[in-house]
Structures are given as C-alpha cells and as structure tokens.
C-alpha cells in the first residue's frame, strides 16, 4: 500500500469524523455542506489512489466503472446538500436530483457486478422486495402515492439490485483463495443498502430519530471507502 494511499484512508477517516460530530451538534449549515463535501471528494481521492497504484489496467472496466459510480455518489452528495425544506414538494428539487445521480450510480454498480458475476434471478427478487417494503412503508405512514413516492420505489427497487448483486461476491470468498476486492464490494454493497434504509425511516416514518442520521452517515462512508479500495484489489 503507497504512502499515497495511507494518506488519503488517514485523511477521508478524519473527515467522515468531523462531519459526524458536526451532524451531531448541529453547526452552522454552510459548515455542514462543506465538511460533506470534503468526504465525498475524500472517497474520490481514495479511489484514484487505489486506481493509481494499480494503474487502472488489471480490469480496466471495473476500475472505471466503479470510479463512475463513486462520481455520481458524489454528485448525488452535493445535490442532497443543497435541499431546503421538505423534500420532494418540487418535481426537480435538488433531493430529488440527488435521487437521479445515486440512481445512476445504482445502475453502474450493477452493470460491473453483473459483468464479473453473471446475472441471478435471485437479484430481481431481492429488488421487488424492497420495493414492496417500501410501499409498505408508505402505505403504514398513510402518505399518498405520489411522483416522489413512485420514484423512491423505482429507486429502492435499483438499491436492491445493486445490494443483491454485491451480495453475490461473499459466494467468491473462501478461506483458502480469495481476491479481497470480493470482501470489498460484498460489504460495500451491504453497507450502503443499510445507510439507504435508515435514510428511508428518518424520511418516511421517524424524522427526529438522530440516531438513523448518524448510522446512515457512518454506513454510506464507509460502504463509499470500501467500493473505492476494490479499485486496488480487483
């Protein structure tokens, strides 16, 4: 591992660190957009650290697209930090914008994982069944099914299918041979089905629990971090 790399998990970690406890304590809103902002170039900068030192040629289309996917994570960040107000009372509001990008960075992990896994039915189950919490979920809130609500389901629907095909890389994990890239994505995919979810329950069922906005942070940082180091494994 360059120093390079060790420099920038050092940095990213300390930066995921003080956005928690600025979420925590509430500072100022500018403050909070900018030290997101910082994470979310810091996953950058661990991906093309990752990517530098091993060139970007072993599986040039993993390392591409994944590096494409973190970039509309990215996107998707600054969109989500830029809301106002309740979301989705707007058709394009920077929420629902922010939903588009991390739709799109969905679709792309899903493209890879299915290229170097192969397709399973399995992951089309998963994806409706999210989609059907979802709906339960809204139906228990007794929000009415809205664009906004219609998007999330499409939107979930994709998480699930991205999560489900990560979730295939624990099948490629053994104790005697194992590229860790598999453990990476595996877990990468997990965590960030785990933070999309809390995000769901802060959103349509409880907004003052705190504790979801922390995990969600914590899970999708860190699901980010372990998406970019399978750019040096893969």
Same mark, same amino acid.
């Not at 660190?17 to 809103?29: A, D, G, L, W």
């Not at 906004?148 to 489900?164: C, D, K, N, R």
């Given at each position: 591992? +360059?120093?390079?790399? =060790? ?15 600025? =979420? ?20 950058? @900068? ?7 030192? !091993? ?18 994570? #990215? ?15 707007? =058709? ?8 588009? !990008?991390?739709?799109? #960075? ?35 809130? =007794? ?45 990468? #995919?997990?965590? %960030?089905?785990? +933070?999309? @979810? @809390? ?27 372990? %998406? #970019? ?6």
């Amino acid at each position: 591992m +360059s120093l390079l790399l =060790k420099l920038s998990l050092v940095i990213y970690a300390v930066l995921v660190t003080i956005y928690c406890f600025q =979420k925590k304590f509430r500072s100022q809103r500018w403050l909070r957009i900018f030290s997101k902002m910082l994470c979310s170039v810091g996953f950058l @900068l661990v991906a093309a650290a990752c990517g530098l030192e !091993s060139g970007f040629r072993k599986e040039p289309l993993w390392s591409w697209g994944i590096f494409a996917a973190l970039a509309f994570s #990215a996107l998707g960040d600054l969109f989500l930090v830029l809301q106002k107000g309740e979301a989705g009372r707007k =058709k394009f509001d920077p929420f629902t914008l922010g939903g588009i !990008s991390f739709f799109s #960075a969905h679709v792309l992990f899903s493209a890879v994982f299915v290229y170097y896994r192969g397709f399973h039915w399995g992951t089309v189950i998963a994806a409706l069944g999210l989609a059907g919490i979802q709906l339960g979920m809204l139906a228990w809130a =007794k929000r009415r099914l809205d664009l906004f609500s219609i998007f999330s389901l499409i939107y979930l629907a994709a998480l699930g299918f991205m999560a489900a095909n990560g979730f295939l890389f624990f099948t490629g994990i053994t104790l005697e041979a194992s590229s860790p890239y598999f453990l990476c994505a595996a877990v990468g #995919a997990v965590l %960030f089905l785990i +933070s999309d @979810l @809390l995000l769901c329950y802060k959103l349509f069922l409880n907004g003052k629990a705190e504790w979801a906005e922390i995990g969600n942070t914590i899970a999708y940082f860190g699901g980010q971090a372990l %998406f #970019a180091l399978t750019l040096l494994y893969v």
